[in-house]
């Protein structure tokens, strides 16, 4: 299942308390500790690359009985910046509404090693949606909520062990070096999964939070050694770079 990201309001995160808990895993390219999965990601502005992913995984401590829905937050921050740039502005009305693409299914060749229980293989068991926050908090940070519920009223218990999440697509054509109409994609930006709530029909399961130990729920993009190329703008660009 692939739909666009919805953005409306931020629902703040707080760390957990109950539940046996287990790891958090974010990686650009593939799930965490497969061949070819990044911490870190120099972004094609030029939008030739098409998209660049983001996995989302987990591990559990313990089997999870009566699974029916996962939520999760993650914070995105822009170092250096009052306001979040116009290229991470993915809320609804923001410059770049619609460019952030959520996917529930685990495609072909990635996260092999995560098992897929609670939507299976090709998401066919979920509905899911993601809600992005407007900026807030701090300066140049925005949250995301990612919400995956089992379309089936039969739910699953999720072992111990390795769990795919969820997949995120920041899609860079829009951006100014593309010819697009967002500048900021060269920005540094810090991206954190911080929590993962299971819930069944009689509430919260387990909880995850990125400060559990060997949670490696962190990435960057457009951090060191990076290099970002450029289209040749318009004359038209130009003159908007300057109004």
């Not at 983001?54 to 029916?68: C, E, I």
């Not at 529930?104 to 293989?121: I, K, P, Q, S």
């Not at 009689?202 to 990076?226: E, Q």
Request: glycine share 14%.
């Amino acid at each position: 299942m692939r739909i666009p990201l919805l953005l409306a309001v931020l629902l703040a995160a707080s760390t957990p308390a109950f539940g046996a808990g287990g790891s958090l895993f974010l990686a650009w390219n593939d799930c965490y500790g497969e061949t070819g999965a990044n911490w870190n990601l120099c972004f094609d502005c030029t939008g030739a690359a098409g998209v660049h992913s983001l996995y989302a995984s987990y591990r559990l401590n313990t089997d999870a009985p009566g699974v029916l829905s996962l939520d999760a937050t993650l914070d995105f921050r822009i170092p250096g910046y009052a306001e979040v740039p116009a290229f991470w502005q993915v809320w609804g009305g923001g410059c770049n509404d619609g460019f952030l693409v959520f996917k529930d299914e685990r495609e072909a060749g990635r996260c092999a090693g995560d098992a897929t229980t609670l939507c299976m293989t090709n998401g066919g068991q979920c509905f899911s949606g993601a809600i992005a926050s407007a900026p807030g908090g701090f300066p140049g940070w925005t949250g995301i909520l990612v919400s995956i519920t089992r379309s089936s009223t039969s739910p699953v218990t999720l072992a111990a062990g390795r769990h795919y999440g969820f997949q995120l697509d920041i899609d860079a054509s829009n951006a100014l070096e593309a010819g697009g109409t967002c500048a900021g994609c060269v920005a540094a930006a810090d991206l954190c999964l911080r929590t993962i709530l299971l819930s069944g029909a009689a509430g919260h399961v387990d909880a995850i939070a990125c400060d559990m130990p060997g949670s490696l729920a962190d990435v960057t993009a457009n951090y060191w050694g990076c290099t970002v190329s450029a289209r040749a703008k318009t004359w038209g660009q130009l003159k908007a770079l300057y109004r």
